[in-house]
């Protein structure tokens, strides 16, 4: 069913472009939507404050979908097809580019909108009241989801479903996933003023600082340096005198990494001992570590995953 004929409570319809084309980029271009709300809180695994910022205040171009970001833009429809499935009784409508009615760089672009009750016959296809929204997510990683039917879902789409039912005017929000597992779950999350209001401010926050253009700070992000590497691709022959604590920083965080490094080595040389032929090396039912080989080779070390943070273990091995 199209999605011009709905409406929300707050939301005001832009229309509905190609993912990825100059349209739906040019919708987006001075607007906060989930993933950037997201972004601006240092949420995103994609982006930063500084690169969100840099992208915005047009310095650099926007960065191309990751491969994570295209296999959920393919595998949307099948997922979207499962959830309605499991509620037949649901309108399930595609949906575009929403911006709130009286915020206008207050953007929505929610994966699909939900109607609960049945559409009366007497109502006109431009009165359909839409009830919740749906996000359609994969997770290849599996991290930060509680069991499904509860609101326990990654912090990062948490904040991106509380801004798009903020600037709908919608209090519910469910999300659908397809896991690592290749398992089907599904999620609730409600509306919370508290929170809205917390992103509302800073969201506008953000936008003073391009108004004023007041870079934010650099942070250690991948997305922050890899935008400042686009913000500077000439390489001229001459040389900078560095401040001390510049170079100090720069010199102590590579000491620590070779640090690191050695320690890690070190780590996987005695866990390897250990496992002398075995594939698996487990703790405490959970596996740490296989061994792996490819094409006949010499085996290899692959950690395991969603491993447990050391800084939670204290008093674990007592």
């Keep these: 069913m199209s999605d011009n004929r709905l409406y929300t409570p707050t939301g005001r319809y832009l229309g509905r472009w190609e993912h990825d084309t100059p349209e739906w980029h040019a919708a987006r271009a001075q607007r906060i939507g989930g993933s950037r709300i997201a972004a601006i809180l240092g949420l995103s695994p994609?982006?930063?404050?500084?690169?969100?910022?840099?992208?915005?205040?047009?310095?650099?171009?926007?960065?191309?979908?990751?491969?994570?970001?295209?296999?959920?833009?393919?595998?949307?429809?099948?997922?979207?097809?499962?959830f309605a499935d499991q509620h037949p009784d649901w309108h399930v409508f595609t949906t575009g580019t929403w911006v709130h009615q009286d915020r206008g760089q207050h953007l929505a672009n929610p994966d699909r909108l939900i109607r609960y009750n049945p559409i009366p016959n007497a109502v006109g296809w431009f009165d359909i009241a839409v009830s919740a929204l749906l996000e359609i997510k994969t997770d290849a990683d599996g991290t930060g989801w509680g069991e499904p039917g509860t609101d326990e879902i990654p912090l990062y789409y948490r904040t991106q479903v509380q801004w798009y039912m903020d600037v709908l005017g919608l209090q519910r929000a469910h999300i659908a996933v397809l896991s690592d597992r290749l398992t089907f779950a599904e999620y609730?999350?409600?509306?919370?003023?508290?929170?809205?209001?917390?992103?509302?401010?800073?969201?506008?926050?953000?936008?003073?600082?391009?108004?004023?253009?007041?870079?934010?700070?650099?942070?250690?992000h991948p997305a922050?340096?890899?935008?400042?590497?686009?913000?500077?691709?000439?390489?001229?022959?001459?040389?900078?005198?560095?401040?001390?604590?510049?170079?100090?920083?720069?010199?102590?965080?590579?000491?620590?990494?070779?640090?690191a490094e050695a320690r890690v080595t070190a780590a996987k040389s005695r866990l390897a001992a250990a496992m002398g032929t075995a594939r698996r090396a487990r703790w405490r039912g959970q596996t740490i570590a296989t061994r792996q080989a490819k094409n006949g080779g010499t085996p290899y070390l692959v950690a395991g995953r969603k491993l447990p943070d050391p800084t939670t273990l204290t008093g674990a091995v007592a």
Excluded: N
Excluded at 58 to 79: F, K, M, N, S, W
Excluded at 226 to 242: A, G, S
């Design 188 to 220: 609730v999350v409600d509306y919370d003023p508290a929170d809205a209001a917390l992103l509302r401010q800073a969201a506008d926050d953000f936008l003073d600082s391009l108004l004023w253009r007041e870079m934010p700070d650099l942070d250690g």
């Design 224 to 259: 922050t340096y890899e935008t400042l590497r686009k913000l500077h691709p000439d390489i001229d022959d001459t040389h900078i005198d560095l401040d001390d604590d510049t170079a100090i920083e720069y010199l102590t965080a590579l000491a620590e990494t070779k640090t």
């Design 46 to 82: 994609w982006a930063s404050p500084h690169s969100t910022w840099c992208e915005m205040a047009g310095l650099v171009d926007a960065a191309p979908a990751t491969p994570q970001q295209d296999r959920g833009h393919y595998l949307e429809p099948a997922i979207a097809a499962w």
